[in-house]
């Protein structure tokens, strides 16, 4: 079962590290802001995994409320940046109807 667990942990990071490159790819040649605001949401669902994984590595709880806050954190940046993005396409002016 060892084996298998290994096989299993080191078979997540290979894919999470590939998810990462693929991302780093539409980061710079994202084509929108948007493209890159959901680019950065996705790294740092990225980020939470490979902590998750190396927690299940070594066995240990400690990273559960780092990963929580993370994620606490990513949600947060990613409403901001949507209202950020619409606030612009809207083309807010300073008078209010």
Known sequence: MKLADDILL???????VLAGALLLVRVWRGPSMLDRAV???????LII?????????????????????LAFLGFTSSVGI?????A?????????P
């Open 10 to 16: 080191n078979g997540a990071l290979v894919l999470i």
């Open 39 to 45: 680019a950065v949401d996705v790294a740092a669902v």
């Open 88 to 96: 612009r396409d809207r083309g807010v002016s300073k008078e209010r």
């Open 49 to 69: 995994a490979g902590i998750g994984v190396d927690a299940a590595i070594t066995h240990t709880r400690y990273y559960l409320s780092i990963m929580l806050v």
């Open 82 to 86: 949507a209202r950020f993005i619409a």
